[in-house]
């Protein structure tokens, strides 16, 4: 029983400090499965993983359409005062890559364009983004608007006429 | 006229010849002392036999000493159980699948999430916040049991010269904040149609 014992212990100890040795409590990606053939180092920082707001441009209207599958599952509109619009159709789909010192614009169905930038990344899986609307000529339509949310957190931004009904624009921070 | 010593105790024990017999008896019959040592010889004889008897209860035996101390010692009759074996096994899998859970974990769990609820700081700062949608990906179950983060939070928004107003859209999942800006009337400076473009 006592080599059991050891032998028990060996393995347990042999499992668990190589990834406690990595410094991280989780803080350390898994390995990527690449074709390379070096092992990675637990030790070896490896680069963050960026992250994106994912812009998905709706059209509110009350034409009896329905809500466009393509949106996925979105409860919100079925809330006040999105539960005012019957029909949400997927006018376009984007995905901004948030870096630093470079905003990324996207033209909207209106002819107006959304501005989104990072503005710092807090904490891990955390961003603090600006965005803006400006209208053609340049004029501001949405000054600023700073949010702080994690990956996976979505806010909406809606109201702008178009087309007998309304732009609802869902940002989400994506990896 | 003097017998020996020897002759004296095999004449006590009869072990002597005719011969010998008339020897010591005519040498008891000019020294008395020999007589008094034979009777002396009779009682060492009774202390003997009585010593003996006495003893005789307390049979001591090495061989059966040497059993008895062995026998406790004895190895028990082995007992070819397949419990402890299996228990044996059953313990070293449960030690793999833990050491192998927390490696794993180490590896995918993302770090606590720091820091409390948003402070308000500018007059205008709308403190609306929102958990993660459903719409994040799957976690496992172990995953699920760390704190959830923050929602999001709108931390500052400028309407400028127009007017709209922040919300929190409630659902069974999630709490979305939503910035709802209504057209002002103004036209934009080339008032086109886009959406024919689309």
Request: glycine fraction near 8%; charged fraction near 25%.
């Amino acid at each position: 029983m006592k080599r059991v014992g050891v032998a028990l212990f060996s393995l347990v100890a042999g499992l668990t400090l190589p990834a406690y040795a990595g410094g991280g409590g989780g803080k350390s990606n898994p390995p990527a499965a690449s074709g390379s053939a070096a092992p990675l180092s637990p030790h070896k920082p490896e680069p963050a993983q960026s992250l994106s707001a994912e812009v998905l441009i709706l059209h509110a209207t009350n034409e009896k359409k329905g809500i466009d599958a393509r949106i996925g599952k979105l409860p919100e509109l079925g809330k006040s005062p999105f539960s005012n619009y019957d029909s949400y159709q997927v006018l376009d789909r984007a995905r901004l890559p948030l870096k630093k010192d470079a905003p990324q614009d996207l033209k909207l169905p209106n002819g107006r364009t959304l501005q989104v930038g990072l503005l710092d990344e807090p904490e891990h899986d955390s961003v603090r983004l600006a965005a803006s609307i400006n209208r053609p000529s340049g004029k501001e339509f949405l000054r600023l608007l700073e949010v702080k949310a994690h990956v996976g957190q979505a806010f909406i931004v809606a109201g702008q006429s178009y087309k007998k009904g309304i732009l609802v624009l869902v940002i989400r921070v994506v990896k | 006229m003097s017998v020996s010593r020897e002759l004296l105790m095999r004449y006590h024990d009869g072990a002597v010849s005719e011969a010998e017999a008339r020897l010591v008896e005519e040498a008891i019959e000019s020294d008395p002392a020999l007589l008094e040592e034979l009777e002396a010889y009779s009682e060492l004889g009774s202390f003997v036999r009585v010593w003996a008897e006495a003893n005789t209860d307390k049979h001591f035996d090495i061989a059966d000493s040497v059993m008895s101390a062995i026998e406790p010692s004895k190895p028990s009759p082995r007992v070819s159980s397949l419990l402890p074996r299996v228990a044996t096994w059953v313990s070293l899998g449960a030690a793999i699948a833990a050491g192998s859970v927390l490696v794993a974990r180490s590896w995918s769990a993302p770090p606590a999430v720091i820091g409390g609820p948003h402070a308000a700081g500018a007059a205008d700062q709308a403190a609306l916040s929102a958990p993660a949608s459903s719409a994040a990906p799957e976690v496992s179950a172990a995953l699920e049991e760390e704190p959830a983060p923050p929602p999001a939070t709108i931390e500052s928004v400028d309407f400028g010269k127009n007017t709209g107003s922040v919300f929190v859209v409630s659902t069974d999942s999630s709490e979305t904040p939503v910035v709802w800006m209504p057209d002002d009337g103004e036209p934009d400076d080339d008032n086109e149609d886009r959406s024919k473009s689309l």
